[in-house]
């Protein structure tokens, strides 16, 4: 059953079965339904036992399909939980290129200032035969559009080239409530070509292509304003490496770093595109990140990224240059078989890069704001990320219960001290509680960068 003829049946099923509720209620059941559904693969009809069904007793629904779609979770919060979203249309994003390295946009939009700027003349040379056309500037273009979901789908075939003015950089959205790790993030550029099915920039679908600033220069004069010092990096709007043979940021970002050895700079990616690291001299306070994940996982879940291996053995060119690396094991799915895939991804990491040359591993377990599960169910129709017990965390996030979450990051932890003792760990956007008894870094400054040096 695909996945726009399960809503539809799924709605008819309610309508049909329990014609005496509210269309609140009906919303509800109908819910419930669509993601047992979708994590079952059962059709509707098998879903509910008749004498459920025969009581037409709202309250009796609600709890049967409540508990079988969170079995572990305590009676109690099951009661509490209410199940309004709407049941979502399909439209599925098309088929992901393989590497982003060798995606290549149709239309390329400069602000009318900038179209002498190196970047806008770099991407001429490197993309002959794409027209550049003029906008007043990115802002007045996107008021004039009309943004959905196809819209968003179809993003990676633009790109701006602007000048950014007021956000060059932030301190780490952490949630409230959660334990900061002194983070700060680089806005340079916004926009992604890759498709994972949890990236959080789905939420806001008012962004009709991949921007790419051309004033670097001001971004570096607004950190030096600050004072530092930093622990800052890219990754958090934009993967850092993915189009760097297109910008070249890395290039001014390790150049700019090297008059700052107090701070320290990181780029986060899931790509394996390092050419341009490669050929520029190492810096003690500049690393390199992967996110890994099981490759089921990426797969699945990642598409366009490079694969498990592909990140692992650039990582290992990267480490095999001078280069300092971290890892990010963020977000951690949770489904069947997790444990070993995870224990094996740890020890395949410390097989590709040694010990001595991580600057810290992260970890993070999945979480989302509430309004993007529509958005992933309407993008991703046949994606089973959803199908864990994902409930309000602490945050407001959809997040796996707490004792789940701690249990995931004891079983990590200990996967990755069999490996090495030394190399700081720390989990990302959390609460107190997932952090108590377990040894981690509370806060990462230079002294833990010292260490492994």
Known sequence: MDAMTSAVSIQRYTDETFPAFG????????????????RDGCPVQAVLPERVQ??????????FLTKRRYPNMPAFQRRGLQRFLKIPEPCPIPDAESKACHFKPKRILVEEPLLADPLAQRLRRMLPGVPIELVVSYKQ????????????????????????????????????????????????????????????????????GIVFPSNINDFFRSLEAHGGPWRIGTGQFSDSLALDHF?????????????????????????????????????????????????????????????????????QKCAGRGWRVSFHFDPI???????????????????????????WISLGCLRMMPRLKQVMESRFPASRILGGELVP????????????????????????????????????MEQTEAWEGLPLERRLDRAVFSRRQ
């Open 54 to 63: 025969q009581s037409c007793s709202f309250r009796q629904v609600k709890a």
């Open 23 to 38: 269309v609140n209620k009906k919303q509800e059941i109908s819910r419930l339904l669509f993601e047992i559904v979708r």
């Open 393 to 428: 965390g602490y945050d407001g996030k959809l997040r796996y219960p707490l004792n789940v979450r701690r249990t995931i990051y004891k079983s990590m932890l200990n996967s990755i001290r069999e490996e090495d003792e030394g190399v700081p760990v720390y989990l990302c």
């Open 333 to 359: 799915v949770y489904d069947e078989g997790w444990e070993e895939e995870y224990r094996g991804v740890v020890r395949r990491l410390f097989e590709a890069v040694p010990p001595e040359r991580m600057a």
């Open 141 to 208: 273009y996107c008021r004039q559009q009309a943004f959905s979901v196809a819209e968003y789908n179809r993003r990676a075939e633009v790109f701006f080239v602007v000048r950014e003015k007021h956000q060059f950089w932030q301190a780490c959205p952490c949630s409230k409530g959660s334990v900061s790790c002194g983070y700060a993030v680089l806005n340079l550029g916004q926009g992604c070509p890759f498709d994972c099915t949890y990236c959080f920039m789905q939420g806001y679908l008012n962004s009709p």
């Open 247 to 315: 910008t070249e940021y890395s290039r001014h970002i390790i150049h700019f770093m090297r008059r700052h050895p107090d701070w320290f700079f990181e780029f986060k990616t899931k790509s394996d595109n390092i050419s341009l690291l490669l050929e520029e001299d190492s810096s003690p306070n500049v690393c390199v990140g992967w996110s890994l994940n099981p490759e089921r996982v990426v797969a699945r879940d990642e598409q366009g990224t490079a694969s498990l291996e592909q990140r692992l053995a650039a990582a």
